[in-house]
């Protein structure tokens, strides 16, 4: 069956904190943490000489029972190095050990990257409950997103959402960074307009001035009027101005409820276009109505610290 529309369940994105994997105190901190999602990273954030010691730490932490005993909400990704680089192999099999939520692809330039990683994982038998999520973040990643995408769109794919990847970006592609993103908002755009045809939730990039909370608070508002579902983080002090900017807007929640009510009513039974105070209201603000009351509801679980599907 062929995604060409949201029909995943909205599982709340609106933090998704990066942290370390090698960091102790990072990792002895998170439990206390607020946010949706957190990415234990082995990329990046991990220096050529740390990188087995920090895989060793990570399967530990999975192993002796301490990412069990996150908050039932967090979800958590282990962000792999490129299974082009010396530790991609062994780090894809430490991650399928540690059984996260999803593994988090770094650098995908083209829909074999996902390939590869899903043919890896196929041959461990490793369940269809691991997900897939790809770092846009290369000129090509960007060029390809549609193709890359719509790995997403056969019954059976893994593949679940778009990271994207600021820093890099920026760097490969010379762009000056500014306020508002002028020269960025293109292929930010591109990027949210790929995952939604097929069905793939999105992420904003990160905000590396973790000091400077109101040009976080604008960065997460452009963000959210982009169409991204949530913003990646790199610091707990990003947390809750991730978690207002991409929560539920309690007006727009009660609208929500009030346009499911009006097609509840008998007399609008089978109609597909309604009037409610003065404002046309078809059948498709119906479904947007209905998957917001779904977010909210998701979203008050996590914030309960319930189990979140
Ligand atoms: N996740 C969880 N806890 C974190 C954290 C993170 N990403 N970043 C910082 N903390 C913790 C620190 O360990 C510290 O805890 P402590 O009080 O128990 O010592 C506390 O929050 C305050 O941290 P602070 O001193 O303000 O920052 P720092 O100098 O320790 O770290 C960074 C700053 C940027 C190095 C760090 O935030 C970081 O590594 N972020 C993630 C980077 C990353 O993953 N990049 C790759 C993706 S872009
Ligand atoms: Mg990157």
Not at 137 to 157: F, K, L
Not at 225 to 254: C, E, R, V, W, Y
């Amino acid at each position: 069956m062929e995604h060409s529309q949201r029909s995943r369940p909205v599982r709340p994105r609106r933090s998704v904190l990066y942290l370390p994997a090698g960091n102790a105190r990072a990792l002895g901190k998170l439990p206390g943490l607020g946010c949706d999602s957190v990415v234990f990273d082995l990329e990046d954030s991990v220096a050529p000489e740390a990188k087995d010691e920090t895989r060793e730490s990570l399967r530990s932490f999975f192993a002796d029972g301490r990412a069990e005993a996150l908050p039932a909400g967090m979800e958590k990704i282990i962000r792999i190095n490129s299974l082009s680089s010396p530790w991609g192999a062994e780090d894809l099999l430490a991650a399928r050990g540690c059984r996260p939520d999803a593994i988090l692809i770094p650098k995908v330039d083209a829909p074999d990257d996902i390939a590869a990683v899903e043919d890896a994982l196929d041959q461990t038998d490793a369940p269809a409950t691991l997900r897939l999520w790809a770092m846009i973040e290369t000129p090509r990643g960007v060029m390809n997103a549609g193709q890359i995408a719509r790995m997403a769109r056969t019954d059976g794919a893994r593949l679940d959402c778009f990271v994207t990847g600021a820093n890099d970006l920026i760097k490969e592609t010379g762009v000056t960074a500014l306020p508002g993103r002028p020269w960025l908002s293109s292929w930010l755009m591109q990027i949210v307009l790929c995952a939604r045809a097929y069905g793939l939730d999105v992420l904003d990039g990160v905000y590396n001035d973790f000091r400077d909370e109101p040009g976080l608070i604008a960065e997460c508002r452009d963000g959210q009027a982009m169409g991204f579902d949530g913003k990646t983080l790199i610091h707990p002090a990003q947390i809750s101005a991730a978690n207002t900017t991409f929560g539920i807007d309690p007006q727009q929640l009660a609208e929500a409820k009030a346009i499911a009510a009006a097609f509840a009513m008998p007399e609008n039974k089978g109609r597909g276009v309604i009037s409610l105070d003065g404002r046309m209201v078809e059948r498709l603000h119906l479904d947007i109505a209905e998957r917001l009351i779904d977010k909210a509801a998701r979203i008050a679980a996590r914030d309960n610290g319930d189990q979140v599907q």
